[in-house]
């Protein structure tokens, strides 16, 4: 049975910092993908960067690119989403997802929803002064 847990997430200032993580468990294979989506309140679920296992490609948003970091360490089966000047418009709750294909971690040139198989519960992410 897949698992995802979220952590990291809470209140920070404009310009602050915050790092999530991502911890993976019960997959069959060693190599999947991991999506971190986010959703404020009043709008769709976003997808916001993600990452291969196998190979680290990688893919950011445009609104995240130069800010946001995804990187994994695949001996703790984790993904981490280091999210850096943070703007009170990255406010919302994020979740990670996991593909368990594994061979890209997004298609049609954005991270979807309907690629992924299994959702964390979310953490909220604050940004506010």
């Known amino acids: 049975q897949v698992q995802l847990v979220e952590s990291g997430g809470g209140l920070v200032q404009p310009g602050g910092s915050l790092r999530l993580s991502c911890a993976a468990s019960?997959?069959?294979?060693?190599?999947?993908?991991i999506g971190w989506f986010r959703q404020a309140p009043g709008k769709e679920r976003e997808g916001v960067s993600c990452?291969?296992?196998?190979?680290?490609?990688?893919y950011y948003t445009d609104s995240v690119k130069g800010r946001f970091t995804i990187s994994r360490d695949n001996a703790k089966n984790t993904v981490y989403l280091q999210m850096n000047s943070l703007k009170p418009e990255d406010t919302a709750v994020y979740y990670c997802?996991?593909?368990?294909?594994?061979?890209?971690?997004?298609?049609?040139?954005?991270?979807?929803?309907?690629?992924?198989?299994?959702w964390g519960q979310g953490t909220q992410v604050t940004v506010s002064s």
């Open positions: 997802a996991a593909d368990s294909r594994g061979d890209h971690c997004y298609y049609s040139g954005y991270v979807s929803t309907e690629d992924y198989d299994y």
């Open positions: 019960g997959f069959t294979s060693r190599y999947y993908a």
């Open positions: 990452i291969t296992t196998r190979e680290g490609d990688t």
